[in-house]
């Protein structure tokens, strides 16, 4: 058992941010919230066009640790959640956001400080239509563009910060590869219907 509350956490460090959010004046409804999340302005769960329920097996890789989370991603016109389980199933945590606030639940085991907006970044990141991202993330002074197929980046300025990886044109029906190269993690994210 603290075996997996052990590797609960470490997932969370991978896919979380440490820092306290608190969301400034909300944009209309379509468009981001202006807050910064991890790193950078987090789109309205509307804009992605759709409404998704997905489960999805995330493997993570950092500093040395690998690590296997199950997740039920939702995304509804108001509102995006991730709900996290650790090995033996148990609910780790539950992160929300509804266009203005990010709220989370998490297990005792898992840090007080340990926040779970990277996740949502990363969410956005590999998920979201890039014109919809490219829209919100330009005047932030960040860059997203796809070089080619299966391909997608994140810039700010000159520097590579994260690059995507898809395996399938629908990134919802196939297995999706994040590394992000500031914070130096790197995710596979499996995704099936739920």
Same mark, same amino acid.
């Given at each position: 058992? $603290?075996?997996?509350?052990?590797?609960?956490?470490?997932?969370?460090?991978?896919?979380?941010?440490?820092?306290?959010?608190?969301?400034?004046?909300?944009?209309?409804?379509?468009?981001?919230?202006?807050?910064?999340?991890?790193?950078?302005?987090? *789109?309205?769960?509307?804009?992605? &066009?759709?409404? /998704?329920?997905? $489960?999805?097996?995330?493997?993570?890789?950092?500093?040395?640790?690998?690590?296997?989370?199950?997740? /039920?991603?939702? /995304?509804?016109?108001?509102?995006?959640?991730?709900?996290?389980?650790?090995?033996?199933?148990?609910?780790?945590?539950?992160?929300?956001?509804?266009?203005?606030?990010?709220?989370? $639940?998490?297990?005792?085991?898992?840090?007080?400080?340990?926040?779970?907006?990277?996740?949502?970044?990363?969410?956005?990141?590999?998920?979201?239509? *890039?014109?919809?991202?490219?829209?919100?993330?330009?005047?932030?002074?960040?860059?997203? /563009?796809?070089?080619?197929?299966?391909?997608?980046?994140?810039?700010? &300025?000159?520097?590579?910060?994260?690059?995507?990886?898809?395996?399938?044109?629908?990134?919802?029906?196939?297995?999706?590869?994040?590394?992000?190269?500031?914070?130096?993690?790197?995710?596979?994210?499996?995704?099936?219907?739920?």
């Amino acid at each position: 058992m $603290k075996r997996a509350a052990r590797l609960c956490a470490i997932v969370c460090v991978v896919a979380a941010s440490c820092t306290a959010h608190s969301p400034t004046n909300p944009a209309h409804p379509s468009a981001a919230n202006p807050a910064i999340s991890g790193r950078w302005p987090l *789109l309205a769960p509307d804009s992605l &066009g759709r409404s /998704v329920q997905v $489960k999805q097996v995330l493997h993570a890789a950092f500093d040395g640790h690998t690590v296997d989370l199950q997740c /039920v991603l939702t /995304v509804e016109p108001q509102r995006l959640s991730i709900v996290g389980l650790n090995a033996l199933g148990l609910r780790a945590f539950t992160v929300g956001y509804d266009g203005t606030r990010i709220d989370e $639940k998490r297990a005792p085991q898992v840090p007080a400080t340990v926040g779970g907006a990277r996740l949502l970044d990363d969410v956005q990141l590999a998920y979201w239509p *890039l014109p919809a991202l490219q829209a919100v993330l330009a005047p932030a002074g960040w860059t997203v /563009v796809e070089p080619f197929a299966g391909t997608r980046r994140l810039l700010r &300025g000159e520097s590579l910060v994260a690059e995507v990886h898809y395996a399938d044109p629908d990134p919802w029906a196939g297995r999706v590869w994040l590394a992000n190269f500031e914070d130096r993690y790197s995710l596979s994210i499996e995704t099936s219907p739920l």
